[in-house]
T-cell receptor, first 114, second 114 residues
């Protein structure tokens, strides 16, 4: 069964350092999402891509977060500099098309900022 | 503003007990509704979804949910839970048209005691 791949699975970093997460969606899925899940809360959307274009990044803290999907396939989410409050699970999801209503999630990257 | 509310934070049941988890949404316009499950150490998986039509939807593993438009609710039910149902359950909603990113509730942790 096709899956959304994410790496690394865990990341520990010190505050003010830079971190990057990688996501490879299910083959053929045009829409890609990055969500952040803080412990005890539901996932919250950070950014949505349609192919290589950003559709929605209204909740992305752009002073320190950036995301790209250069070839419209895999994607990278970067945080620079990391802050203590960034500790969370970062989830990637994909769907077949913008109008497709089912999202498939990866296993996530658990970030701990010390 | 769009929101999804789950009022049960942690539910503890014995095996064979019946389950009902509450979910209420606040949205303008028509919505798609979902229940996702996250088993310990695994990624979010879709349990069931409602787009239109019969308001009683059946999902995997014996789960069902009923959409009650007048109550803005989409409660999840299972007549007899098993130990393997121990997991975190998330209700989510998206707009029927336009941007279809998911808004999640805060989740309900279900513990089933053998």
């Amino acid at each position: 069964e096709a899956e959304v791949a994410q790496s690394p699975r865990y990341k520990i970093t010190e505050k003010s350092q830079a971190v990057a997460f990688w996501c490879d969606p299910i083959s053929g899925h045009a829409t890609l999402y990055w969500y952040r899940q803080i412990l005890g809360q539901g996932p919250e959307l950070l950014v949505q891509f349609q192919d290589e274009s950003v559709v929605d990044d209204s909740q992305l803290p752009k002073d320190r977060f950036s995301a790209e999907r250069l070839k419209g396939v895999d994607s990278t989410l970067k945080i620079q500099p990391a802050e203590l409050g960034d500790s969370a699970m970062y989830l990637c999801a994909s769907s077949l098309a913008k109008g497709q209503r089912e999202l498939f999630f990866g296993s996530g990257t658990q970030l701990s900022v010390l | 503003a769009q929101s999804v509310s789950q009022h049960n934070h942690h539910v503890i049941l014995s095996e064979a007990a019946s389950l009902e988890l509450g979910c209420n949404y606040s949205y303008g316009g028509t919505v798609n509704l979902f229940w996702y499950v996250q088993y310990p150490g695994q990624h979010l998986q879709l349990l069931l979804k409602y787009f239109s039509g019969d308001p009683l939807v059946k999902g995997i593993k014996g789960f069902e949910a009923e959409f009650i438009k007048s109550k803005f609710s989409f409660n999840l039910r299972k007549p007899s839970v098993q130990w393997s149902d121990t997991a975190e359950y998330f209700c989510a909603a998206s707009r029927r048209t336009g941007a279809n990113n998911l808004f999640f509730g805060t989740g309900t942790r279900l513990t089933v005691i053998p």
